[in-house]
Nanobody
Framework: QVQLVESGGGLVQAGGSLRLSCVAS????????MGWFRQAPGKEREFVGA???????YYADSAKGRFTISRDNAKNTVYPQMNSLKPEDTAVYYC????????????????????WGQGTQVTVSS
């Protein structure tokens, strides 16, 4: 069972930036797409972005142009760089690993991700 550990959350003013990290255990990290989701208070968890095993990236409309996801397979780590943060970005951010190796297709549905981190809180003040 893979373990995912997120870090890097915190409190930031609107317009600021944060870089989250997610470190995965195991030796097959490079074979899987990694996704980021978030859940704001009182709302359902939603897709933020994903990076495929081949480094293609996909973003929710709310994240396009502001967030950039990258990965370092040597460190088993995926990084979302979040810029121009807005109060509506306030949420718990979760890292997740896709359920299939070398998958090429849609990454927008959390049901396709079967390993999750514990989440890290991001709070953006106005």
């Amino acid at each position: 069972q893979v373990q995912l550990v997120e870090s890097g959350g915190g409190l930031v003013q609107a317009g600021g930036s944060l870089r989250l990290s997610c470190v995965a255990s195991g030796r097959t990290f490079s074979s899987y797409a990694m996704g980021w989701f978030r859940q704001a208070p009182g709302k359902e968890r939603e897709f933020v972005g994903a990076i495929s095993w081949s480094n293609s990236t996909y973003y929710a409309d709310s994240a396009k142009g502001r967030f950039t996801i990258s990965r370092d397979n040597a460190k088993n780590t995926v990084y979302p760089q979040m810029n121009s943060l807005k109060p509506e970005d306030t949420a718990v951010y979760y890292c997740a690993r896709h359920g299939r190796t070398y998958y090429s297709g849609s990454y927008y549905h959390e049901v396709d991700f079967n390993s999750w981190g514990q989440g890290t809180q991001v709070t953006v003040s106005s």
